[in-house]
């Protein structure tokens, strides 16, 4: 399985973006899609991840301004980013778990994209 995300890019304070990340190649069932990002000097953390029921939960710092969905048939995974801060400037990372039985086999990362918000 491979992730290509695209949809980084800069831009300025209070701006948006949207990310999409879609999986491609021989796999089974993609359970958990998410976004984490790793801003320099800092550890990878969580943003937002997204259940194939749909239920969402998201890192306190961008509740109410990012909203991830996915599109299950695509495989796909977005993050609309929108009133984007300066500490949102990070590498975005999309990430899936699969799942063949009800059991978690394998995850994946994609290569990452960088969003730069400036001020």
């Known amino acids: 399985v491979q992730l290509q995300a695209s949809g980084g890019g800069v831009v300025q304070a209070g701006g948006s973006l949207r990310l999409s990340c879609a999986a491609a190649?021989?796999?089974?069932?993609?359970?958990?899609m998410g976004w984490y990002r790793q801003a320099p000097g800092k550890q990878r953390e969580l943003v937002a991840d997204?259940?194939?029921?749909?239920?969402?939960n998201y890192d306190d710092a961008v509740k109410g301004r990012f909203t991830i969905s996915r599109d299950s048939a695509k495989n796909t995974v977005y993050l609309q980013m929108d009133r984007l801060k300066p500490e949102d400037t990070a590498v975005y990372y999309c990430?899936?778990?699969?799942?063949?039985?009800?059991?978690?086999?394998?995850?994946?990362w994609g290569q990452g994209t960088l969003v730069t918000v400036s001020s």
């Open positions: 997204i259940t194939t029921s749909g239920r969402t």
């Open positions: 990430h899936v778990d699969e799942e063949l039985g009800g059991i978690r086999i394998n995850d994946y």
């Open positions: 190649g021989s796999m089974f069932s993609l359970t958990d």
